[in-house]
Nanobody, 125 residues
């Protein structure tokens, strides 16, 4: 069992930056893939970024490539999403998720077993 708690969301102007953190409980966190997803009002949940259990590979949605960076520190049971050059369309609730790393389908929410409660990110124009 893994519990995830996100933090770091807030209100920022367009062009600004935020760093989201995901704190995980449980000794098996280092074995899990970690993904970040977001959901805007009235829209479906959408994949943002993912990282393998070792941190050796990362994956990004096209709309965040070059702007967002996912990372993790397994010694601290933490994962992060550094968000730069934020745009108003990045406004959403951001969720951290974790699941057994099978090596495939990192962008599929169905491959993640544990989810945090979400943190709101609002980007003003």
């Amino acid at each position: 069992q893994v519990q995830l708690v996100e933090s770091g969301g807030g209100l920022v102007q367009a062009g600004g930056s935020l760093r989201l953190s995901c704190a995980a409980s449980g000794r098996t966190f280092s074995s899990y893939r970690v993904g970040w997803f977001h959901q805007a009002p009235g829209k479906e949940r959408e994949f943002v970024a993912a990282i393998t259990w070792s941190g050796g590979r990362t994956f990004y949605a096209d709309f965040v490539k070059g702007r967002f960076t996912i990372s993790r520190d397994n010694t601290k049971n933490m994962a992060y999403l550094q968000m730069n050059s934020l745009k108003p369309e990045d406004t959403a609730v951001y969720y951290c998720a974790a699941g057994w790393d099978s090596g495939t389908y990192y962008n599929s929410g169905g491959k993640y077993d544990y989810w945090g409660q979400g943190t709101q990110v609002t980007v003003s124009s």
